[in-house]
């Protein structure tokens, strides 16, 4: 596999000087991340992760970039690789392994294995990498080969030591089954080299990892199940269910680049079209608020009645899309379900209607049955945007293939979101290096007072004045001055 | 005490003749109040109620009135008072004396002991009321005197059987506190007055409830404590921790009747007015959603920074009241905390500004201050409507006298959120009754798929369409088609 | 006709004393109407109205005891009637007359006729009072003996001159027309008594009127067809057309007094509601705003496809009533048309919609047809509030009878709204008083820097800052620095 | 200048093939044009523009490409040249240039001079050209060679025309003043080379045209100075004066390209960011209601009361830019002033302030000082973007080089909006083709019928229906059934 070879990132960056442009990208970034830059400022001095050694993999962009700068204000050593193929910025992969003060002749940053359109090999063996510390070790003249934490985005990284020493201790890789899917293959295959290498390498690479914060749901349900079915090795904290990660990247999140993705997609103007939201969880609200405030009509899709009654109190019509699909201009899913928009939905709608997907997987939409219908024709208009042309002599245009679509036709979250969650990270993964103690093995949420630290070091960025509570206060409703001010199960 | 020897509710509407239009009124509400038709519809037929003796003790309004109705439409038997000196209308009262099918001349309804503008002695005499079912069992020929359950609204009910009990097991009321409350010296006189004429009635009624329904954050407060320290007699339902009840009532009551509340008391222009909403839960979230939708430009104070973050990401100034004081026309609390409006701060506000809480107790803004203030005048411009004149020169209008000016100017949340409180109601006092071994002594939530239900009762009467999960869905999410739909810990 | 000849308002201020719970109101309406104030700030030492003697017709409001003040204030002498026979507000009628230095027992305030619930024959009576000014010129020894403005609302003040003098003219008060309506043969009646005690009183009074300011588009638009006729006799000044009167009023004084008249009568929760505007002109624009601001839906009709567009790209459903009437649970006219509600469609409604008008005449909805619809019953649930029984089974709820909802139901435009509209008008009386040479018989609208001004008289007490135009910048876009700003056919 | 001897657009197209990319958008565009579309379907049968000769200038873009094609469509033979040096796209140019019918090889569409990124000798060349219809009348055999339509966007056409005729009459173009513009040097040389080859071209050309359609308010203020002047040598129509025009594209073109071009400008948060809307005329609104939907807090600036009060009323905060400027965080001029932001305002910004313009010039924001500032530094982000980092030690970011950064940033106003002002356009060419007896030389807006119509033209494409007046209810309110249904000073 001979492009395995190659593609350091050191290498490319050298080759294609993008750290400049990624270090003018960062900059601006910072200005967005208060609670990260309010860490540095705060954890700087003491540094708390001093002798962390951290294996990252989550999406290598501009905001990826500052967390893992962060992470190394704080006293870590890094390694990082992305956790999807396509979501990598390159510039910004480029700028942190330059590094703040480095130069592209002399790198001074975090070894980064990421670059935007990996294939699957390439994705797991960059994967692999952030597990092999022998050259860190060698020049610390330790003892150790891995790291002690993981820095997790949908699991792949835990998932990897977890299989690994699945199989190590099986003393064998099993057969491929004839279903698995090519990601799983690639899996197999990976662990089947590195068994042949080493029979206890992932063992001891479980053994020295002092737990994992997890940034998804996806991610937080393989915790949940492996913890569940007594395989969890190491503790784990589940950084998607603070308040300040779920509610803010969810609502706010959506409602931000929504629009965005719509507008860099078609430049259809928003004002006056029926626009029908599935799905009223956090992500549909956001999508719901985000259309009404561009002037559109928006009808509601919903499963459950509680979140239909809300929906209908905010002033939104809840229906079935059978009812009104022929009166939809644009189509956003966000449920986190399959077929939610399926091929009889696709032939029933209006000429050009709008169909994409903020929600989870590109199953939300039935794009499988769309690509197998026979007589429908894809006319590519721009990248991430094709007319579907169909036999009933309408089109649709479906945008991101069905995917993500505030990733694929805009940049994804804001920064100043993104700075909530990672700031979340940060703080969890100081809380299992400083205190292993209060994290037996096990999956849990950040406790409370932390998450509303993360709060509290975005609010001076907005010019948010903070009510401080008298003791007098204090003491009436039960809780102390600095907090935390609510019973585990608000629901804000 | 003469008074309390005619003021049966009975005699005074045969001699006020409010009835008839208190059943106008109750026929308007039917219409608003979905969910408790919809279970006269689900449940008048196999009657799970019958047996059912209710106790009931909240504020005696129109839509209580449709909620006693529909208990006795289920089957059970029932005796009311108010929860509130003040609350009850007495047109509602007299409807349901007089029942849907009886008249004037002959009543056919429900005992209800509760009548606007009570005093403490007679609150107290009413609420003692409910539990002497004496009447209804020589009529039955049964040996038991009094209800198997309670609906109870902030706990007086509950408070009279336990501490009744509690002073029974004693065999004396304590001497009464020198700094006791005015409210606690009349029960201990009610108490004082039972022990001379039974020494176990109490106990007797206690042994005989299978549990309470609580409404309110304080009564179950209450009786969290009560169960924490062992005293529990009986099983409790948190009525108002469902998602339907304090998400609903809330935020869209408070939405709904805030402006009602400041129309009615000041007649005064929202739009382009200065107001201020401290508190950014779910109150002060309905309180800034109505006043942004009358044109005010809203500023929110908050002490919890998750929430004042959520208030900011929602586009309203997050600042102290100290900063603003001067600018702000406008003053509405939401907080549940003591002491949020000073007298400092009321001596700083603009020449008339309004004054105002929604949030719970009256010393939200701290009146006690207010009304010692060397040098202030009380003018009352209409009733529960007063301008105080300052010794600076300066006067403010403070409404409902501190108190909830929603009820005290307004009519309280509108018979459609109460809908939903009360279906939760309802659906609470079958569980307790018809599944007792479910719910050993202790305090519960609804499980969420009745809470979905209540909600689920409440969407056809907006026209909202509902959308069904096929098997492949909800096993694809792991929910079974019909719910419920979420995890626990989810947000809303 | 012996009502008439008692009811002077001064001897029902002894009687009833509601002078002091006026003078109250009256207070707190001059906080919320700084336009005014501000015009006694400014004209109050120059006395530019010193000599006028104006005849008001307008409805006898707490908001106009504030103009009629303000008049005195600047030096006028005044007589006042209302212009409706049921919006006069006792209270402030009595305010007025005992004026703000008087005592009941001493009135120095001006001549108030006007009381709540005149009948037509005592409505024509006062507004002949305002006529009769020979007490005024016997104090003075003058020998003037009427008004010399009007300041009128609907032009009746207007109307009673005009037809007394072409009656005089004529020698005669013609024959009372066979199909004359009820109003046009009283006044028919006045005139002929007037007639038999002088054939040239209103000729008189017609010559010594230096003009009119009148209020609404009614009046405004019978002044037109006067003028057009060659009939007018005194130059008017069309304050209806003044951006800071028809643009307020009629978007802000709704978006104010709907959502209050819906509360007030029926205490319906408008969240989740089906709400149906008819008419997006500004009426239509601030009740939409309102019931959406409420988390209404709202579906909007529209007869003219530039509004329908506006609705359209302001993210409302337009439909036509036929389409939806059955989903709707509350109606709204604000069309200024006949008939957009007809019986057809209130046959067609669910069970007790809400069918009100905020538009002009009560025939917006087709009254008279359901009142005499065989079969259908008229409940009075309270004053303004019925239900009607229709022959389909089902009810719906009308307000105010037809009428104007956000007078009859609530409390109409509040003092703020009227602060901009009666600054217009004290402006145009100072305009025709002080510059007669400038305005030759004709109608006219107030120039664009006066009404500038009005607006600039509002901004202090909303915590406006204004900007402004240094003399370069006004040079550049071909102005001056103090305005006005915009050319004419500005839209605003 | 030999890059003018071979930059035909039809040369390019060959070479570039950019064409199909075009026609692809230009579908897409149709779909969201449907004012256009229908003037196809109403007019293509009668083909009232046949024998029309239209030169048009006006931004070459892929709306514009479907008005050139509704043009022809219509019988017009058409020339176009772009109003602007930056604003073609290249592939919509290839698209008209091959026409709907041909193809690359043989092109079978409409003359046009535009590319991206013309030279101001270029430009002037370019609309030379589409006075050029020599080729045209030898195909006809026709005695004209010029155009008799002018389509025009700021006036350039017009004013080549009026300053050649001028210096005709002169009999020579005058020196160049020492002071003069780069374009009027440019626009005297392109004379200048006229006069040396005939002496009457533009005189003949003159007499030639029937009349212009003008787009803008730039160009209608040129208009009307030279129609005072009594120079104006044909009618013209201000279409930009038309509701469906300046109500449109104002307010609802904005509110969707300032999000957008904000986004793709920095992508950054702006929820709970403050941004300061300078101007609140119809670009101010549609700004401020974009922000506040997209959850920033918005304060505006303003000089004109009336708009500032109207501000207030719709709930933001207006605040003179000096008393704020340290709290914002994002910057919007929509004035059509100059110094709106001074270089005062940008030294007192917070660090990393957006500062961009949506009004008209880049002077609103005083460019030329910041450019001229000793120790500025300028660093370019990416195109359009740029960092100033000021001596204060903090940055500023500025958007576009401070020009109109809705076009800069993003795309502009998007298809739909630009088929209302295109639907008046061609309305408007359509009435001076074939009614040229209504319309002496002057300057008239469309008749409301037309705007009227235009709105009519948008509807069903939203699915919006309409309410059609009975003959009775027309009558009543005194218009006809089909309209126009307003007077003509209306504001909407």
């Known amino acids: 596999m001979s492009t395995l070879t190659t593609p350091t990132v050191t290498f490319k960056?050298?080759?294609?000087?993008?750290?400049?442009?990624?270090?003018?990208?960062?900059?601006?970034?910072?200005?967005?991340?208060?609670?990260?830059?309010?860490?540095?400022?705060?954890?700087?001095?003491?540094?708390?992760?001093?002798?962390?050694?951290?294996?990252?993999?989550?999406?290598?962009?501009?905001?990826?970039?500052?967390?893992?700068?962060?992470l190394v204000a704080l006293g870590a050593t890094v390694r990082w690789a992305s956790c999807n193929i396509f979501s990598t910025q390159d510039e910004a992969a480029a700028a942190v392994v330059?590094?703040?003060?480095?130069?592209?002749?002399?790198?001074?940053?975090?070894?980064?294995?990421?670059?935007?359109?990996?294939?699957?090999?390439?994705?797991?063996?960059?994967?692999?990498?952030?597990?092999?510390?022998?050259?860190?070790?060698?020049a610390a003249g330790a003892d150790w080969t891995g790291p002690n934490l993981i820095l997790d985005d949908g699991g792949d990284a835990t998932l990897l030591v977890h299989k690994g020493r699945e199989f190590e201790l099986a003393g064998a890789v099993p057969e491929t089954p004839a279903?698995?899917?090519?990601?799983?293959?690639?899996?197999?295959?990976?662990?089947?080299?590195?068994?042949?290498?080493?029979?206890?390498?992932?063992?001891?690479?479980?053994?020295?990892?002092?737990?994992?914060?997890?940034?998804?749901?996806?991610?937080?349900?393989?915790?949940?199940?492996l913890h569940a079915a007594g395989d969890l090795r190491f503790p784990a904290i589940n950084v998607n269910d603070s308040v300040t990660?779920?509610?803010?990247?969810?609502?706010?999140?959506?409602?931000?680049?929504?629009?965005?993705?719509?507008?860099?997609?078609?430049?259809?103007?928003?004002?006056g079209k029926v626009a029908l939201v599935a799905g009223y969880g956090d992500v549909g609200k956001g999508a719901a608020e985000a259309l009404r405030g561009q002037g559109a009509r928006v009808i509601v899709t919903e499963v459950d009645p509680?979140?239909?009654?809300?929906?209908?109190?905010?002033?939104?019509?809840?229906?079935?899309?059978?009812?009104?699909?022929?009166?939809?201009?644009?189509?956003?899913?966000?449920?986190?379900n399959k077929d939610v928009i399926t091929l009889d939905h696709m032939l029933a709608m209006k000429h050009l209607a709008i169909v994409s997907n903020v929600g989870h997987f590109?199953?939300?939409?039935?794009?499988?049955?769309?690509?197998?219908?026979?007589?429908?024709?894809?006319?590519?208009?721009?990248?991430?945007?094709?007319?579907?042309r169909l036999p009933t002599g309408r089109s649709i245009l479906v945008l991101s293939e069905g995917r993500l679509m505030n990733l694929g036709?805009?940049?994804?979250?804001?920064?100043?979101?993104m700075s909530n969650s990672f700031t979340n990270q940060v703080l969890a993964q100081i809380e299992l290096y400083t205190r292993p103690e209060a994290y037996p093995v096990g999956v849990y949420v950040l406790p409370k007072h932390l998450d509303e630290k993360v709060a509290r070091l975005h609010l001076d960025a907005l010019g948010v004045e903070l009510t401080e509570l008298s003791p007098e206060q204090a003491a009436y409703i039960g809780v102390t001055v600095d907090g935390p001010y609510k019973v585990d199960h608000y629901r804000y």
């Open 179 to 225: 279903d698995a899917s090519t990601e799983y293959r690639v899996i197999l295959d990976v662990l089947r080299r590195s068994l042949a290498t080493s029979t206890d390498r992932w063992t001891t690479i479980a053994d020295g990892i002092g737990g994992v914060t997890e940034e998804t749901t996806t991610g937080v349900h393989r915790l949940y199940e």
């Open 13 to 70: 960056v050298a080759d294609i000087e993008l750290a400049e442009a990624g270090r003018h990208q960062l900059r601006l970034a910072e200005n967005e991340m208060p609670g990260l830059m309010a860490l540095r400022d705060e954890f700087g001095p003491s540094q708390p992760l001093a002798g962390a050694r951290i294996a990252g993999s989550l999406h290598m962009t501009v905001q990826t970039a500052v967390l893992i700068e962060t």
């Open 409 to 417: 036709n805009a940049t994804g979250h804001p920064s100043f979101v």
């Open 245 to 271: 990660k779920s509610k803010f990247d969810n609502k706010y999140g959506i409602r931000h680049s929504l629009p965005d993705g719509l507008n860099r997609a078609t430049d259809v103007l928003m004002g």
């Open 306 to 336: 509680i979140c239909a009654l809300q929906a209908a109190m905010d002033g939104f019509q809840v229906a079935r899309l059978e009812s009104v699909v022929g009166d939809v201009d644009i189509f956003v899913t966000g449920t986190g």
């Open 362 to 388: 590109d199953n939300e939409i039935d794009m499988a049955a769309l690509e197998s219908l026979e007589g429908a024709e894809r006319v590519e208009i721009k990248p991430q945007v094709h007319e579907w």
């Open 98 to 138: 330059v590094g703040p003060t480095g130069t592209v002749a002399e790198p001074a940053g975090v070894p980064v294995f990421a670059w935007k359109g990996e294939t699957l090999d390439e994705y797991w063996w960059c994967t692999e990498q952030i597990f092999d510390w022998s050259a860190e070790a060698a």
